[in-house]
């Protein structure tokens, strides 16, 4: 009887092994560049590593189809949160809000294209349903207000959504009042957004 020889099979296991290998150590050192690339990605670094953090919460609460306000403060500005009745259809809705990095986010401007501006304030807002994850866009049938009132808001701003690091969109704001250094200003806004407002600095960067 002839005997197979096991050599060939162990052999072709080796190459497999240290080509598999090759690749995974070779996709982890290349970074999230190269996951990008072969159509993993873009890649989040997750909220604890995007700029400006927007993870500490200072303020939840529940509402029904009636709608109704979330008023807090972050920091000294002060942030009325109002939800329309049947804003978001039946069912309630949890909404949180949560106080940002405002340092880290000043940091990031550069990379934002707003090399001559500095942070003026900020909050997170999340709509979250039943199950916990925040609710989609087209279940905003109407806007919800956000109010913000504080030092430094009467001067030129721009108020910015951070879409992840490196991408902000501008949201259209309403100046309502001003005495002195104290604004109100209002935006709004169809779904959970992470929101800075910056104004000018004669600071180079």
């Given at each position: 009887m002839?005997t197979?020889?096991?050599?060939p099979?162990?052999?072709s ?6 080509a598999l290998?090759?690749?995974t ?5 290349s970074g ?16 604890s590593?995007?700029?400006?953090g927007f993870t500490?919460v200072v303020?939840?609460?529940s509402?029904?189809?009636s709608g109704g306000a ?20 039946s069912?309630?809705v949890e909404?949180e ?8 986010l ?10 001559r501006?500095r942070v003026i ?9 039943s199950s ?7 279940r ?15 001067q ?14 501008p949201?259209?704001l309403v ?10 200003i ?7 957004e992470d929101i ?10």
């Open positions: 002839q197979l020889s096991s050599r099979c162990v052999r296991f080796r190459s497999i092994c240290l290998g090759a690749t150590l070779g996709m982890l050192t999230p560049a190269a996951l990008a690339a072969g159509g993993y990605g873009p890649v989040s670094p997750g909220p590593g995007a700029p400006g500490k303020a939840t609460k509402f029904g189809a979330l008023k807090t403060k972050v920091g000294a500005d002060r942030f009325d949160v109002s939800l329309p009745a049947h804003a978001f259809g069912g309630r909404v809000v949560t106080k940002p990095n405002l340092a880290a000043d940091h990031a401007l550069p990379r934002l294209g707003l090399r501006a304030t900020g909050l997170g807002v999340a709509f979250l349903g916990g994850a925040k609710l989609p866009p087209h905003f049938r109407r806007p919800v207000r956000i109010i913000l009132e504080g030092a430094g808001l009467s030129s701003l721009r108020v910015l959504d951070l879409l992840r690091p490196g991408k902000a969109r949201l259209r100046r309502l009042s001003s005495i002195g250094k104290l604004a109100r209002a935006i709004t806004v169809r779904g959970s800075f407002v910056v104004g000018t600095s004669h600071k180079h960067r």
